[in-house]
């Protein structure tokens, strides 16, 4: 589960550290030259500054909105991974006919579904993988580059199976199918968003336009003490770089940040209903992991 | 129903009066500041104040459209399980064949699927839960932490035992199924938006942009009478600080706020229609519940 | 069908014109106050009103939109439900066996599916039933809170039976009833539409706001002929108000308005789709009526 | 297919040239009127006029973005009507059994489409049909106000007479009964886009907004040239006025305008590949016609 | 996949190397006029840059929105392609019996999929086809304009061969349908991106108002030295054309452009995932060609 921790104030801070400095002396730069004898008689109305700062505004605001999209995709689309997980083993329960083995079936499947959740989890994460997902691979004696494929692809090996032995009805293994297709449909639109980028030459003008802010600000403030006039010409630029990153902290929901989706946190929650539907025991809760943040 | 009702205005400044006292503290801070020695002369032009300004109404319309959008849809979706609790039931009565049973079946049925529909809204606002949901699960004999997913099993067993049965057409399992399916997706959207936090850094950086406007404007307004300068001083930050909290109240759909979605007026309601198409008797009519308000 | 009239400036004139005498008034009222001995030499810079004018234009903007969202959703749910009930006559046609019954039923569920469209519009806009519909529930013998859900049960009902009778494929039966489900989704909608009030928090953050732009703007006009300030300070305010007022017109549409769905219209068209697919004389064609106004 | 030619200028230019002329002799009007003893002295800041811009952009990037939306909703039903088109002729193919009649059938309802889409595209334009269509209806020996329900009925129609012969299996004959039901619902949506008005209040707004910019906007700018200033009083207000326009020209898509859904073209797109399916000899290329711009 | 390198700054700069110089000179030959006697002594508010500039900057926002809407459908569309191409080989799999031809029917389908994908991104490119396709087509002894439609026909040719060889149920051979009729829809829908022109009159109006600020934007910096005039005078509008160029870039993704869709990737991350499913040699992995750009 999601919970509402908040993120530290201190890693936002280191992130745009450099960039608060860059501004910073770049501003003093500035400010300097305004003090030179060829610029001291120059003003650049604020107006004009203004104008520049609507545009960057409404080009953040964009930025801001398209980077949020993927990242609630991000968690839309691991929702519905949970929801196709429950749905999956109590389709099994349903549709398998009750003997003997049935148990052993379903907890099969209720396994090799948590073990798809954590594969996709670190395959997306590109984190080595654990020791869990590991022994699974090793016992199956099979591997992939794309191991959630490959494990899909075993549940339909096993629905096969499963429907010669039981006779079950085409109906429903079309519509178990439809469920495996779903979960295909989850796994191929995580893999959309990690491997598209979010495209480079909207951050590139953004930067440009700060920059050119930040050149064309001071010599709006002419008669102030120098002082406030390089604590404006920073904090003003500094202010929409803020922005620029919380937009990108949010644009790639895989990264192992702490705006990440917690995937890790979800797995878990998912093997739980899933033991407790197939009826075993159950995991220990799933617990926020200390070394990491949640926003 | 969700009744047109007004928030009541005194819920809302209690919400915002120590935002105002704390703005009304600074703005006076400020505004001393400014007839201090040091400081006196200093002007900051308006149009500083007026880029900060623009920045941050673009920043709240972000803020307050991506809240309106959660609030929609968790209306959309408890809109949705009215329609597919309803469908369920028909679906019921139209599948299953007549006969002295029937009737009986059906009117289970309608009643798990109403304490279904109560147990979720309980979940959601994690509430105690009430007596009749406590009083349905003592006679289940079973319990989960995740009540709703336990009762959509129980759906989903006995619809395997009716099958058996009555023989029901393998097609028409599917259909219900399906209707099953859709519930579950319900639910875990609903989950999915309560555990999901809004991203705090936006409120963070909205927060921060609302001080920085609020030291910079008195600056520009220098000339005027100093009980004028601290009046316009707390009310600009405070209508953008009004803004927030209004999306903030909208932003959380289950948290048993007055802006929350009426789930126990909703639950009522499908739990009469339920009981109407079940042919049993109907309990009184929902009425919105005096110590809750509705927005 | 919804036709191009346009909509009466007087009937919009006529909703606004006691916010235009209000805002009048109280702009004479602060336009005086301007002139007192204490306010006299108060100004307020334009920028301050022109940064409230342009976080009252984004909230204005938002405000547009979602109603306009909304009134369009309406008529995507009718558009729907035209042609989800053309398709219920078409899969009935193709799917009863030819026999001399069969123009009957299909007559008969031709007749409910119009009657179902005319009591739906008749709910949403909680006006008194219509002679067409009171007869039609007379004549059934039973009635409801929510009639076009008696209605979609009635339709099953039937189909369970004329399944029986002429041993229709379950495949074709789960077909026919997955249009009933749409409608049923289509009914759910329009009654989360109804029911579902706009947060009357932005109406009231939207007025206030609008109140101290009225209040703040006509002390930065301070040298100008004072009926000119009185114009001014009127006309600005106005705009505002016309603008959340034409927002209010859509936001509602389902509520006897001019800018209402057109659902009689279109209950209209249904109804002589369905009698020429169903080959019975069809009802005259559908005109506008007089004592509405169309948007 | 839609070609880039460009929409020609000169087109555009003729649509606005009443507006643009009316706004020129109102800004003269203006012009002089400032010029007079009583309004000589009189100045409205640029602010309220900026104020008055910023709404109207507003506006119009509100306007701009739904009339975009509709255009492009139209051609995504058309794209669907191509993909629909394509599929039922595949799934006829692929569910008939070969025998000597199943080209003749399979050609039968290829020619049925294609008459469906042509006349789909005259009932939207409401153009008098073309001789081919008018050719396939006396042929057909039936007619009907809503000449592409008919035709969909009697696709219907012949899909019973197949289901029968060949004893297609019931799954089968749902699946075409699915592609006959997303062609009724693209047919329902073109509808719904065609009867919808966009609501005309907001146009209302929008021109009175730009009036009374251009009463005010003179006003400030009193100490230029006369000749400057009528320049610059007729170019802003056309300005918004231009844009407006493209907005209104984007808003209903099959008004058989230059920018038109290229239905026509479309439908000798979607026959070409019918014919080719089906065997036939292709009719020529579709060429844009030359007397109808594409844009 | 679409890596994270970055678009080359001096392929930007190319792009946009003309207007640049277009609006330096137009700038210039203002800026002159600025000096003549005539002009010398007008000046046009900054005031009214600034309103041009905020409608520029909302209709820049909407273009870069729907610019970037139309990039993304394209990924969102190639995504689906991936998921069901991946989809339509496991099916295959789970429906045919195990005997000894069945690895060689997967075998065919799987080839005749990776071809499609390589097919359909050529056809959107509108480049000379590749070796591999051509071979292929010769060896199938059939050709179309639309060689993507062929190969879907050929796919329903041989489930229409193999049901009847296998016997498969209706049932699956309807969901091997429905996947093939995804397909056919991303096909349309690629088509109509590729077909539909972003409409021009917006780009047409953006550089209008582009001009008319170069035009007026130099007459509000009257007293300042020449040299900063004309800089500020070019550097204001080139943002503004940079960021429409941006737009344009994205507004066309099957253009073989840098910010195009990297179809060609994508096909051979297909390829190679159906080539493992179906138990084939892989190709070599998917890498970056070197002469084409990824942004």
Chains 1, 2, 3, 4, 5 share one sequence.
Not at 208 to 213: A, G, N
Not at 276 to 291: G, K, L
């Amino acid at each position: 589960m999601l919970l509402a921790k908040q993120i530290s104030i201190v890693y936002f801070l280191k992130l745009i550290k450099w960039d608060v400095m860059a501004v910073f002396l770049y501003a003093c730069l500035v400010g300097a030259m305004d003090y030179l004898t060829f610029f001291k008689e120059l003003t650049i109305p604020l107006s004009v500054s203004a104008m520049i700062g609507t545009l960057l505004s409404l080009l953040l605001a964009f930025r801001t909105s398209q980077s949020y999209e993927r990242w609630w995709e991000a968690r839309v689309i691991w929702g519905a991974i949970v929801n196709d997980s429950r749905t999956l083993i109590r389709q099994l329960i349903q549709f398998i006919p009750n003997d003997s083995q049935k148990t052993d079936y379903v907890k099969q499947f209720a396994i090799r579904q948590s073990i798809w959740c954590y594969a996709l989890a670190e395959g997306l994460r590109k984190c080595p993988p654990t020791q869990k997902v590991e022994q699974y691979m090793q016992q199956l004696g099979a591997d992939s580059d794309n191991r959630p494929n490959l494990l899909l692809s075993k549940h339909a090996e096993q629905l096969a199976l499963l429907s010669d032995q039981y006779d079950i009805n085409a109906n429903k293994q079309v519509q178990l199918d439809s469920t495996i297709q779903r979960l295909t449909d989850a796994m191929g639109r995580c893999e959309r968003i990690k491997n598209t980028v979010f495209p480079r030459s909207y951050s590139v003008l953004i930067h440009f336009l700060i920059y050119v802010l930040t050149t064309i600000f001071p010599f709006g403030l002419d008669d102030h003490h120098w002082a406030i006039e390089i604590c404006l010409a920073t904090m003003v630029p500094v202010l929409f770089i803020a922005i620029e990153r919380t937009a990108i902290l949010m644009q790639d929901p895989f990264e192992n940040k702490p705006t990440d989706t917690p995937m890790t946190a979800l797995s878990k929650t998912i093997e739980r209903n899933l033991m407790e539907m197939a009826q075993m025991p159950a995991p220990e809760q799933a617990s926020p992991i200390a070394t990491f943040y949640l926003m």
